[in-house]
């Protein structure tokens, strides 16, 4: 079992860069591929990014390529979403999760837990 914990979603304005954070407990969060998920109000919730237990293999929706990074640092059990040159449209709830995989996945059934999300507003 891990909970996840995600934190620094605010609203911002168009253009702004933003950090998310998500902090786990129970597990080492080594024990996990991650990934980011987003959902805006009315819609499925989406795929954003992911990456592998090691860090060493990342994979992003073609929607945020270029402008988003995920990154991890499992001594302080922790995952980052850096998210530069932020739109309008990348308003909505930011979720973390942990696969048992090594590697994740592209989509939210390959996830085993989940945090609660935390809400990015970005005004235009």
């Known amino acids: 079992q891990v909970q996840l914990v995600e934190s620094g979603g605010r609203l911002v304005q168009a253009g702004d860069s933003l950090r998310l954070s998500c902090a786990a407990s129970?597990?080492?969060?080594?024990?996990?591929?991650m990934g980011w998920f987003r959902q805006a109000p009315g819609k499925e919730r989406e795929f954003v990014a992911r990456i592998s237990r090691s860090g060493g293999t990342t994979g992003y929706a073609d929607s945020v390529k270029g402008r988003f990074t995920v990154s991890r640092d499992n001594a302080k059990n922790t995952v980052h979403l850096q998210m530069n040159s932020l739109k309008p449209e990348d308003t909505a709830v930011y979720y973390c999760a942990a696969s048992l995989s090594i590697w994740g996945s592209g989509t939210s059934q390959g996830y085993d837990y989940w945090g609660q999300g935390t809400q990015v507003t970005v005004s235009s």
């Open positions: 129970g597990r080492t969060l080594s024990s996990f591929a």
